[in-house]
C-alpha cells in the first residue's frame, strides 16, 4: 500500500453568526418590556442611543387579508390605571390588629415571632414548642398569647391544623355544637366521603350530618388567602387585535413600544474637536447605534407579520372561542409570511396578544390537527381539550362522564379520540378522574 499527501480545492456556502445577528435574533424573542431593558441597557454603553417612546405618527403597514396598522392610542394604559387597590396584606392586617390588644411589652416581643411563623394561608406554619424557644418564653406562656392572637378577625388566623381553624370559625359564628365538634375531630372520614362511617363517629344519623356539612362548606379554610385572592396584574400585551369595519386589525400596542433614538448630531459634533484614534471609537458606536435603530424596526415588522398572519387562520377563534382554534403549525405561518420556521418560532414565544376572547400568549394560537371523522376537517388539540372541559363542566353531578364516554362524544361530534387521549388531556387541564369527581360532590354536598 503506498500513502501520500494530497490536496483538494471546492467551495462551501455557510452563514457566520456573528455578534449582531445574533443580537437580532434575540430581539424577536423580546416582548415590549424586556425590549425597553434591552435598549436601556444599550444606551448605559453607547453614548449615541438614546430610548423613547414611540410617537404617534402611523407606522408602515404590513400587508395581508387582515389590516394591519399601529396602535395610536394609550388605551391599555388607561385600563391598567384602573385596577382596584388591593389593600393591606396579611402581614399589615395582622400587624395593626395586634397593635390593638393591648399587649404588655414582653407579649408584643412574642407576638412579633408569631407574626413571622405566620403562612399566607392564615396558618402557623411552626410548633408553638420551637416558637416558644424562639422567643425564650414557655410554651404554656406561648399558649395563653396563641389565645388572644386567635381572636383576630377573620376568625381561624394563627390556627395549628385545619380542624383548629374551622373550629375557631365555627365558634365565632356561634355554630359549634357537640356533634360539629365531632365532625371536626373526623375529618378523615369526611375526605374520605365516607359519610356513613362519619355519622356513627358522630352518634347521629346521616340525615342529620347534612346541615352542620352545609355550615361546613360555608367556612374558609384558608382565612389568610383573602388577603392575597388579587392577581397581579399581567404585563401588557405586545399586540392588540381589534375588529373594525374593514375586518380584523392587529396593532402594535404603542403604549408599551420603546424605539432607538439615534445621536447622529452629537456623533458629528464630538468628531470634529477630537483626534483621529477619538474619532474611529464614535464612528463604530455611531454604527452600532444606527443598526440597533434599523434591528428593532425589523423586530416591530416581523411581528406584526407574524401576528397578521396567525389572525387571518384564527378569525373563528375571535369570533366564536376557544372551541373554535384550528389547527396550525409554525410552518404552515413561516411559509405564508416568507421567514424561516425559527422566526416563528422565537416571535411567538414571548408575544402576548390582546383580543376579544381575551389575552393570550400567541404561541397558543399553535395546535397540532387530530384526525376527522369521514368527511369532516381534522380538529386543533386546543379545540378538543376545550369541548372535553366544556362537557366535564356541564355533566350531572351524580353521574360524571368517564373518559370512554367522552370519547365517544367528541368523536361523533368529528374528532376520532381514543380514550387515552381524554385521559391525557384531562391530566392537562388538571381534572381529575370521573370517580375522583363523584367522591368530591359527595363531599361537597352535592349528592
Given at each position: ?276 484614534k477619538t474619532s474611529a471609537y464614535v464612528g463604530e458606536r455611531l454604527s452600532v447605534a444606527r443598526w440597533l435603530a434599523r434591528a428593532v424596526e425589523h423586530r416591530n415588522q416581523t411581528i406584526l407579520k407574524v401576528g397578521a398572519e396567525v389572525v387571518r387562520r384564527q378569525t ?132
Open positions: 500500500m503506498q500513502l501520500f499527501n494530497s490536496q483538494t480545492l471546492g467551495h462551501r456556502q455557510s452563514m457566520v453568526v456573528n455578534a449582531q445577528l445574533q443580537q437580532a435574533i434575540h430581539l424577536l424573542a423580546l416582548g415590549n418590556a424586556d425590549l425597553t431593558s434591552f435598549i436601556e441597557k444599550q444606551s448605559e454603553e453607547n453614548p449615541f442611543v438614546e430610548l423613547a417612546p414611540l410617537p404617534r405618527v402611523a407606522a408602515d403597514r404590513v400587508s395581508s387579508s387582515s389590516s394591519v396598522r399601529a396602535s395610536g392610542g394609550d388605551d391599555w394604559d388607561r385600563i391598567g390605571a384602573l385596577a382596584e387597590d388591593p389593600g393591606p396584606s396579611l402581614y399589615a392586617h395582622v400587624t395593626a390588629a395586634i397593635s390593638r390588644l393591648d399587649l404588655v411589652p414582653e407579649e408584643l416581643a412574642v407576638a412579633s415571632v408569631f407574626l413571622d411563623a405566620l403562612e399566607p394561608s392564615g396558618w402557623l406554619g411552626q410548633p408553638v414548642a420551637n416558637i416558644a424557644l424562639r422567643a425564650g418564653v414557655t410554651e404554656d406562656a406561648a399558649l395563653a398569647l396563641l389565645s388572644k392572637l386567635q381572636s383576630i378577625e377573620p376568625a381561624g388566623l394563627f390556627a395549628r391544623t385545619l380542624a383548629e381553624c374551622l373550629r375557631l370559625q365555627a365558634a365565632e359564628r356561634g355554630i359549634l355544637t357537640a356533634r360539629f365538634g365531632a365532625i371536626l375531630d373526623n375529618l378523615k372520614l369526611l375526605a374520605q366521603a365516607d359519610l356513613k362511617g362519619l355519622a356513627r363517629a358522630c352518634g347521629c344519623k346521616l340525615d342529620d350530618l347534612k346541615t352542620d356539612l352545609r355550615a361546613l362548606r360555608a367556612l374558609n379554610p384558608k382565612p389568610g388567602a383573602m388577603f392575597e385572592t388579587y392577581i397581579q396584574p399581567q404585563r401588557p400585551p405586545d399586540l392588540i387585535v381589534s375588529q373594525a369595519n374593514d375586518g380584523w386589525h392587529v396593532d402594535l400596542n404603542r403604549s408599551t413600544l420603546p424605539r432607538v433614538l439615534v445621536r447622529a448630531a452629537e456623533a458629528k459634533a464630538v468628531t470634529q474637536r477630537c483626534a483621529e373563528a377563534f375571535l369570533e366564536g372561542g376557544a372551541a373554535h382554534l384550528r389547527p396550525m403549525i409554525l410552518r404552515e405561518v413561516a411559509d405564508a409570511i416568507g421567514v424561516h420556521e425559527s422566526t416563528v418560532s422565537r416571535v411567538t414565544s414571548g408575544m402576548l396578544v390582546a383580543t376579544p376572547q381575551g389575552t393570550f400568549p400567541l404561541k397558543s394560537f399553535f395546535s397540532a390537527a387530530l384526525s376527522g371523522s369521514a368527511g369532516e376537517a381534522p380538529g386543533s388539540a386546543a379545540a378538543v381539550r376545550h369541548r372535553i372541559k366544556q362537557l366535564i363542566q356541564a355533566e350531572a353531578a351524580e353521574d360524571p362522564l368517564s373518559d370512554e364516554t367522552i370519547a365517544k362524544i367528541v368523536s361523533k361530534e368529528g374528532v376520532v379520540l381514543a380514550r387515552r387521549t381524554v385521559a391525557k388531556y384531562r391530566d392537562m387541564l388538571s381534572i381529575p378522574s370521573s370517580s375522583e369527581r363523584r367522591r368530591r360532590a359527595v363531599v361537597n354536598g352535592q349528592l
